[in-house]
């Protein structure tokens, strides 16, 4: 068996993780041309209904709809009340928003 | 050198892999927490390019109200607005499985009284299909049941997982919202660049409501996934102290074994510089294949696996979690500061201390 030296096989595994690399670097240019179609479509179903929000954070209103929220909302619940969710810590107000 | 430095670091195989598996680590999650933000945040652009252009909301201490249909005519008679139109939507929590839903009425798609569609969350969370039923307690308390019609595409889980679209009538009984009211108003102008003016307007027309703007609805969705705060912050900060820990092992100084060897060395006939060279490639070695394996287990995890680590993170209490692939865009500017920021100063860190053995007497360096 052909022992070969270290610094080739050193040398190998950097060369397959760049072709490896260049694969998924495809691999994205495949999915974002093939995934298009769906974004397109999810463009069209927000303008059919209003949407305003992705449906990331569904445990609070003010989670769900960050753009459509109160600044009051995430200390309704009484005087002094902390905000309690773990994605309302995850997320702030957005940026400009009035109160 | 470089077999010679890989020989040297597998002298010490056990402590060199641990510290392989711990770099990879480390930028496996900064690099996945990249991918991930990213891909979200571009998807947000797109998806989201055509939402409303101006929302008006009535504000009553400081809260969102129901805003009377009378104020469309008002909105109507400022110069620029094309259309106004009322909105209609609102939250339901289902106490059967602990799920909050975003229930809304179409402008474009009349459902038939007593029907509705709802989103692949619900529909797995209530193991609800077409032609089955679910009950909804009203704001009196009554019972009202619906007809499932139809579902939302697996494909538009990210915008419709939680949400039921109802009939106009349906919505109004089952919440108690009356004709003159609306939960907002959303307008379309004629002219995009005048949407801060007309705004201007509404709130000077109509002082108890807010206007929120499409752009400000795109901004949201930067600031969530803001490297200054939110989800990257929070997940960022423990692999940042993990990796400062791991350089300022490294920089404080060398084992008593390496001191030896680089004193051997010297006293060999090696150089300051060919010591140097040869810790400099130790530190390529380690920290570049781990950056490779990081960022290529990064890519699968989140592009593949639907980043499935975050899961748990984002979903919180929440019952419903949309189902979705991220789609791989790359911002390879903030790969190329996540290499410089991890290599760098990881080698810096390795030739410290390896200069200060280096330079010091061979002699005292061995004992």
């Given at each position: 068996m052909i022992s070969m030296r270290k610094s080739s096989l050193f040398l190998i595994f950097v060369l397959l993780d760049l072709v490896l690399m260049g694969f998924l670097g495809l691999h994205a240019a495949y999915r974002q041309k093939n995934d298009l179609i769906f974004l397109e479509a999810k463009s069209a179903l927000v303008r059919q209904l209003d949407l305003t929000d992705l449906c990331l954070f569904t445990e609070a209103s003010y989670t769900r709809n960050p753009s459509q929220a109160d600044r009051h909302t995430p200390f309704q619940d009484s005087p002094f009340s902390l905000e309690h969710f773990p994605s309302g810590s995850l997320i702030g107000p957005p940026p400009g928003s009035k109160p | 050198?470089?077999?010679?430095?890989?020989?040297?670091?597998?002298?010490?195989?056990?402590?060199?892999?641990a510290l392989f598996l711990v770099y990879t680590l480390i930028v496996f999650m900064p690099a996945s927490i990249l991918f991930?933000?990213?891909s979200l945040k571009r998807e947000a652009e797109i998806i989201l390019r055509d939402t409303p252009e101006i929302i008006v909301q009535r504000m009553i201490a400081g809260r969102h109200e129901l805003i009377p249909t009378g104020y469309i005519d008002k909105i109507k008679e400022i110069r620029g607005v094309d259309q106004v139109r009322a909105r209609l939507w609102g939250y339901y929590y289902d106490p059967v499985v602990g799920a909050n839903y975003t229930l809304l009425v179409s402008k474009n798609t009349a459902l038939p009284a007593g029907t509705i569609t709802i989103g692949k969350g619900i529909a797995q969370a209530r193991l609800a299909?077409?032609?089955?039923?679910?009950?909804?307690?009203?704001?009196?308390?009554?019972?009202?049941?619906?007809?499932?019609?139809?579902?939302?595409?697996?494909?538009?889980?990210?915008?419709?997982?939680?949400v039921i679209m109802?009939?106009?009538?349906?919505?109004?009984?089952?919440?108690?919202v009356i004709k003159e009211q609306a939960t907002d108003l959303v307008l379309q102008v004629k002219n995009p660049k005048e949407l801060s003016t007309i705004a201007l307007k509404i709130?000077?027309?109509?002082?108890?409501?807010?206007?929120?703007?499409?752009?400000?609805?795109?901004?949201?969705?930067?600031?969530?996934?803001?490297?200054?705060?939110?989800?990257?912050?929070?997940?960022?900060?423990?692999?940042?102290?993990?990796?400062?820990?791991?350089?300022?092992?490294?920089?404080?100084g060398l084992s008593s074994e390496e001191k030896r060897e680089i004193g051997i060395l010297k006293a060999l006939g090696w150089e300051t510089s060919d010591i140097l060279l040869l810790k400099f490639w130790e530190?390529?070695?380690?920290?570049?294949?781990?950056?490779l394996s990081g960022i290529v287990l990064a890519y699968l995890h989140v592009f593949m696996g639907s980043a499935v680590l975050f899961s748990p993170v984002i979903k919180g209490w929440s019952v419903l979690y949309p189902n979705f692939k991220p789609v791989p865009f790359i911002d390879f500017s903030l790969v190329s500061a996540l290499f410089f920021l991890s290599v760098v100063p990881y080698i810096v860190a390795t030739l410290i201390p390896s200069w200060r053995a280096a330079t010091a007497d061979p002699d005292s360096v061995m004992r």
């Amino acid at each position: 068996m052909i022992s070969m030296r270290k610094s080739s096989l050193f040398l190998i595994f950097v060369l397959l993780d760049l072709v490896l690399m260049g694969f998924l670097g495809l691999h994205a240019a495949y999915r974002q041309k093939n995934d298009l179609i769906f974004l397109e479509a999810k463009s069209a179903l927000v303008r059919q209904l209003d949407l305003t929000d992705l449906c990331l954070f569904t445990e609070a209103s003010y989670t769900r709809n960050p753009s459509q929220a109160d600044r009051h909302t995430p200390f309704q619940d009484s005087p002094f009340s902390l905000e309690h969710f773990p994605s309302g810590s995850l997320i702030g107000p957005p940026p400009g928003s009035k109160p | 050198m470089l077999d010679f430095t890989l020989s040297s670091l597998l002298r010490r195989k056990g402590k060199n892999i641990a510290l392989f598996l711990v770099y990879t680590l480390i930028v496996f999650m900064p690099a996945s927490i990249l991918f991930f933000t990213y891909s979200l945040k571009r998807e947000a652009e797109i998806i989201l390019r055509d939402t409303p252009e101006i929302i008006v909301q009535r504000m009553i201490a400081g809260r969102h109200e129901l805003i009377p249909t009378g104020y469309i005519d008002k909105i109507k008679e400022i110069r620029g607005v094309d259309q106004v139109r009322a909105r209609l939507w609102g939250y339901y929590y289902d106490p059967v499985v602990g799920a909050n839903y975003t229930l809304l009425v179409s402008k474009n798609t009349a459902l038939p009284a007593g029907t509705i569609t709802i989103g692949k969350g619900i529909a797995q969370a209530r193991l609800a299909f077409p032609g089955d039923t679910l009950e909804f307690r009203a704001y009196d308390g009554v019972i009202l049941e619906f007809k499932v019609k139809d579902l939302f595409s697996s494909e538009s889980a990210l915008i419709t997982s939680d949400v039921i679209m109802i009939g106009e009538d349906d919505f109004r009984r089952l919440f108690g919202v009356i004709k003159e009211q609306a939960t907002d108003l959303v307008l379309q102008v004629k002219n995009p660049k005048e949407l801060s003016t007309i705004a201007l307007k509404i709130a000077e027309a109509l002082p108890d409501t807010r206007q929120i703007l499409r752009e400000e609805i795109l901004r949201t969705y930067e600031a969530v996934f803001n490297w200054r705060g939110g989800i990257l912050l929070a997940l960022l900060a423990g692999a940042l102290l993990a990796f400062l820990i791991l350089a300022w092992d490294k920089a404080s100084g060398l084992s008593s074994e390496e001191k030896r060897e680089i004193g051997i060395l010297k006293a060999l006939g090696w150089e300051t510089s060919d010591i140097l060279l040869l810790k400099f490639w130790e530190g390529i070695v380690i920290s570049f294949s781990s950056f490779l394996s990081g960022i290529v287990l990064a890519y699968l995890h989140v592009f593949m696996g639907s980043a499935v680590l975050f899961s748990p993170v984002i979903k919180g209490w929440s019952v419903l979690y949309p189902n979705f692939k991220p789609v791989p865009f790359i911002d390879f500017s903030l790969v190329s500061a996540l290499f410089f920021l991890s290599v760098v100063p990881y080698i810096v860190a390795t030739l410290i201390p390896s200069w200060r053995a280096a330079t010091a007497d061979p002699d005292s360096v061995m004992r």
